[in-house]
Every structure is written in C-alpha cells, then in structure tokens.
C-alpha cells in the first residue's frame, strides 16, 4: 500500500511540475541576398531591461551560427525575449518573443513551435537612417483565439508600414547617391583632363625652349 501512495505521489508531483513549465521550439534561417548567412551571431535580450537606444543592453545568451544559417533553439515560459540578428558590417534586425500570460490550462500543451521561413541581413546604404531597425520588427506572442503563439497583427502592420517607407527612403537616396558619384566623376575626369593640358602645355614650352636654343646654337655655327 505504501508503494502505491509512494508511487502515486510522483506522479502527482511530475503532473504539477510539466504543468508549471514548457518550451516554445523557435526555428528560422538568416541569409544575405537569398543565400544562407555565414558568421550570423544570435543575441537574446531580456525585453523589460532592453533600451533599443543603449549598446550596454545585458546580453542573456550569444548564438554562433553555422554556415548553413539555421537558427534552431527553444525559448522559455514566462519570458519576454529581444532577439537580435547580426553580422559584421551588416544591418541588424530584431524581434521579440514573448511567453508570458499563458494561461495555466494551456501550459501542458506541446507547442508545435513557431518558425519564421528567412530573415535577411543586408549592408547599409550611405545616406539612409536605420534607427528604425533598433526596435523590434515583429512581435510573436500568445494567441487567445488560436490557443497558439502567432504574430501580433497591429505590431507587424505597423513594423510593415514604417519599412516600406523605409524602403522608399533608400530608393531616393540610391538616386541620390548615383547623381553624386556621377558628379564626383566628372569632377575627377575634369581634373585629370586639366592634368592632361598642364602637362602638355609644359611639354609644349619645354619644346618650344629646346627649338629656340638649337636654332640660336646652329645660327651661331653658321656664322662662324
């Protein structure tokens, strides 16, 4: 009898502890221009102490990615995460992850886990202000209706809007950016071309001097 209660107790003790508890399996794959990403470094924030203005942010955990790109890990209950993507001389990109207010009878649920298809890493253009891609650019968090984790609507159309626009900003400034190299090489094609005519000008004196001598030299030996 006492076996039974002994063993009993366990299991009643293992049912309150899976419930207190889960994962949520997070999968996605960074690349540059369509390709996988190679020296990719995952930081992960904890959201209440991140200030997206500061480069002291406490860093939780550190990632290297392989070169296959694949970010592959699983994310904590009740935490609230910034995920921040980069690579060196490279735009960063951020996301945040939220599993907190789950309520208590999904907490036993396995989480199939959420996967996000790519995210892309690019180089900045001069020019082009990307304070924006300091905040995070799409929001995954709990779903009531769907008793699942999915992306915050409002958050992600309002993070959309701001990078097309974006998006517009660098198209003008890559119009901007030709017209000044186009400048900037004329301006250089000018000075070299100056170059040029100062050089030959000299040359064309040089020779003149040399002409006017040897044509006094052999006057002079005429005369003599």
């Not at 369509?34 to 209440?48: H, L, T």
């Not at 253009?125 to 779903?143: A, C, M, R, S």
């Not at 064309?204 to 001097?209: D, F, G, Q, Y």
Request: proline letters at 3%.
């Amino acid at each position: 009898m006492k076996i039974i209660l002994i063993c009993l107790f366990f299991v009643f003790v293992s049912n309150i502890y899976s419930q207190d508890k889960f994962t949520l399996p997070f999968k996605s794959k960074i690349v540059t221009n369509d390709k996988p990403c190679k020296d990719a470094v995952v930081n992960i924030y904890d959201a209440e102490d991140f200030n997206v203005d500061a480069d002291t942010n406490k860093i939780i955990q550190t990632i290297y990615l392989k070169s296959d790109g694949i970010l592959n890990f699983e994310i904590p209950s009740d935490v609230s995460y910034i995920i921040e993507l980069t690579k060196k001389d490279y735009i960063h990109k951020r996301f945040m992850i939220n599993t907190t207010g789950v309520p208590k009878e999904n907490w036993d649920d396995n989480f199939a886990g959420f996967n996000v298809e790519s995210f892309e890493l690019f180089k900045p253009i001069k020019g082009v202000n990307y304070q924006l891609f300091n905040y995070p650019l799409i929001l995954i968090e709990f779903d009531y209706d769907t008793e699942n984790f999915y992306y915050n609507e409002g958050y992600s159309n309002l993070a959309l809007a701001a990078i097309i626009n974006l998006k517009d900003n660098e198209m003008k400034q890559l119009n901007i950016n030709k017209q000044s190299d186009l400048v900037k090489k004329l301006s250089s094609d000018v000075n070299s071309y100056k170059n040029i005519i100062i050089m030959l000008s000299i040359s064309l004196v040089i020779i003149c001097i040399v002409s006017i001598v040897l044509i006094m030299y052999y006057k002079k030996t005429n005369i003599n």
